[in-house]
C-alpha cells in the first residue's frame, strides 16, 4: 500500500473536517466538534496538518499540530489531533504521521513533541510508548471556553 505523507492545503480542508468528525465519534464526543468549514478557510493560516493520502489521491489520516513555547522547557510542537481511518488501521500510517511530526520538530530546533491521549484508548496508549512517548497521568486538561 503506497501512502504519501505530505502537507495539508486548503483543498483537503473538506476532507479532512470529515476525518475530525468522524475521530470525534471514535472519541464518544461528536457534540465537541464545532469548526466549520468555512472557520477552517478563515483561519487556514493557523490550521498546520499533515495528511496520509492514498495512491488514489484518497486522505485517509491527518496529524494536526502547531508550535507552541512552554516555559519549563522551550520550543515544542503540540500534536493536536492524530488519527488514521479504521479500514487503514495496522499498516503504520499513524507511525508514518508521528514521524514526520517528529522529523518537522527536530528540523525546528523543537525540544519536545506534546500531546493527549484519552485514558481508555490503550491502543494508542501502548503504540505511544513502543514510539517511547512517557505516559503522563500527572496533569489534567483545563478548556475555558469564550463567549461569541
Partial sequence: MKIIIRKAAEPDFEAILLLI????????????VS???DEMIENGSLFQCFVA???????????????AYYSWSGKAI?????????SFRK???GKMLLQQIIELAKNNACKKV???????????I???QK???AIDETEINCDLALAD
Fill in 114 to 124: 506534546r500531546w493527549q491521549v484519552s485514558k481508555w484508548n490503550s491502543n494508542a
Fill in 91 to 93: 499498516h503504520g500510517i
Fill in 35 to 37: 469548526i466549520t468549514l
Fill in 53 to 67: 493520502e492514498t495512491a488514489d489521491k484518497n486522505i485517509v489520516g491527518f496529524a494536526s499540530f502547531f508550535f
Fill in 78 to 86: 503540540y500534536l493536536d489531533d492524530l488519527y488514521v481511518i479504521h
Fill in 131 to 133: 514510539m517511547s512517548a
Fill in 126 to 128: 501502548e503504540f505511544y
Fill in 21 to 32: 468528525k468522524e475521530f470525534a465519534i471514535f472519541q464518544k464526543t461528536p457534540d465537541k
